[in-house]
């Protein structure tokens, strides 16, 4: 099987299940697993597969970092999908270029070559590794196989061109984490939750070992109100715990130099960056912080609590 022809049976699995994907799954030496609860877990709830999420700065689906991919749908000479950020999308269409690269003879097959390795470069790969670290993480049976074959299959694909020497322009454009004591603390919160702002893919289930290892209850929703959430009762702990994961992500990011070269370079320093951040804040709110206990977490904003560690680091 070509790569491209792998990519192509490899993008139908950020999809949901459907009786195709267990022939398909056989096929490429997936086993088990490729089931609606598995996807729904992975793929709705903790790592949604849109690039705008992972490179706007907003942090969430659409924007202009959806806008961004879309133009290069038109540029490439070919209308936008719905959704043309999806994981899926992307990876079909990188294959769909790849055959075209393969057919073409001479200028055509040059800008097919030449439109594959700015799809890779711009909008690809500056997000879907650091993403693909945490499916491995979190995914279990075929997904987990699924995520080791694609990683392996683009790293050979960006291994056979020279890592891009000018970033990509969702990075360019993507201005750095807001710091609460000049910003304010729902600046703060939501650069945090943008992995093109803080270098960190911050998912539900990375709060919720937080929350275990600190003994601190965890809300239910949206991950900005469980952070808040644990922000609240301990804001020392969870500050402190969450610049151990950012400083974990900046090794992880590191280790990708040689491959993406200053794509990986600007990612760890921005996850870098958090690191230290969190120290600090963590650091300062030592004085007034409240331990606390284990249990249901109270139902009031916490982001008006009076004396609380909360309100002395980051709601200001």
Request: hydrophobic share 45%.
């Amino acid at each position: 099987m070509t790569s491209v022809e792998l990519l192509r049976a490899l993008s139908i699995f950020v999809e949901p299940p459907e009786h195709e994907h267990a022939r398909v799954a056989g096929l490429l030496g997936l086993g088990d697993g490729i089931d609606g609860s598995a996807y729904a877990e992975l793929f709705v709830f903790q790592l949604p597969p849109y690039a705008s999420i992972y490179l706007g700065p907003e942090g969430w689906m659409g924007g202009e970092a959806r806008e961004r991919i879309a133009g290069f749908w038109r540029a490439v000479g070919r209308t936008p999908p719905a959704e043309p950020d999806h994981l899926g999308v992307l990876l079909s269409l990188y294959a769909s270029l790849g055959e075209e690269q393969g057919q073409a003879a001479g200028p055509g097959g040059a800008l097919a070559a030449e439109a594959r390795r700015a799809l890779l470069h711009e909008h690809i790969a500056p997000w879907v590794f650091a993403y693909l670290d945490h499916v491995e993480e979190l995914a279990v049976g075929g997904y987990r196989r699924w995520s080791v074959l694609l990683r392996e299959t683009l790293e050979q694909e960006a291994g056979r061109v020279e890592p891009a020497a000018v970033l990509s322009a969702h990075l360019r454009a993507a201005p750095g984490l807001a710091d609460p004591r000049a910003e304010g603390g729902p600046g703060f919160l939501e650069a945090l939750l943008a992995p093109v702002r803080s270098g960190v893919i911050l998912t539900r289930a990375a709060l919720g070992r937080a929350a275990r290892e600190l003994g601190l209850g965890l809300r239910a929703g949206e991950r900005r109100f469980a952070l808040e959430g644990l922000l609240g009762q301990d804001a020392q702990a969870t500050l402190g715990a969450l610049a151990t994961l950012a400083a974990g992500e900046e090794l992880a990011h590191r280790r990708r130099v040689g491959l993406l070269g200053e794509t990986a370079r600007f990612q760890a320093r921005r996850a870098g960056n958090t690191a230290r951040l969190l120290d600090e804040l963590a650091a300062e709110s030592a004085g007034g912080s409240r331990q606390a206990t284990p249990g249901p977490v109270p139902s009031d904003d916490t982001t008006g609590l009076e004396g609380g560690s909360y309100t002395a680091v980051v709601d200001r």
